[in-house]
């Protein structure tokens, strides 16, 4: 799941393959997912996404990079086996190093200026004009 | 406007205060267009958005912090005059700071292990099953 949180904090970082993300918080979370699940229905259910979405989301990582992200194991049903690729493994690994590098570029120093000025909690809405 | 895209990589921060987003890019955009328009209502249609829209991003923001980032101008009109408070300026300026800390962090070494792996456009999507 995403680390991509400190304090206040919330990072989404994307890179993009032209127009299309190529790996984000959402397609990351995906690949562990399957990583862990071992099928890509079962991983997009473990995440609440429909086949469809999960499907969709596999097929564009699967187009962005130099080589597929992830692999299905021959068979022929929807919870046949997926997993990663050396390349798969290799893009989660980056993005993941990339996330938490940033985030601690954040931390500290960098997040103190604005967490001085936050409130606990938001003052309630004001009456719309 | 925003500053958070180094190459491939779109940065997207959020400060949160309890549940709201206490500022994020779209915020920080505005509290840029209002700085430079002098109007929270030009400063919206700069941006595209809503009279209502941005009165409730501008209502969020100084709900959000110890003092209100934005602050009108004596006068009747929706084009009244509106600044910075000396807390907007300050929120602001330390959240473009932090997101130039994350991209600064991300490039180079955080950034190079993806885009090496990377297409230059993403292959045609597969017919869908």
Redo the contacts between chains.
């Keep these: 799941m995403s680390v991509a949180r400190v304090g ?11 127009d ?1 993300p ?2 984000g918080p959402g397609k990351a979370d995906l690949l562990e997912a399957i990583d862990c699940e071992g099928s890509i229905s079962a991983a997009g259910r473990a995440l609440g996404m429909s086949y ?1 979405r999960t ?2 989301l596999v ?2 990582m ?6 597929r992200l992830v692999e299905t194991i021959a068979g022929g049903s929807r919870d046949r086996g997926a997993r990663l690729t050396d ?1 798969g493994r ?2 989660l690994a ?2 993941r ?2 996330e938490r ?2 985030v ?3 931390a500290g120093d ?2 103190d ?2 967490t001085a ?10 009456t ?2």
């Design positions: 206040p904090l919330k990072l989404k970082a994307q890179i993009f393959c032209g299309e190529a790996i469809r499907w969709l097929d564009s699967n187009r962005c990079w130099v080589e390349t290799a893009v980056a993005y190093l990339l590098r940033m601690d570029a954040a960098g997040l200026p604005l000025l936050l409130r606990d909690a938001p003052l309630p809405p004001a719309a004009t």
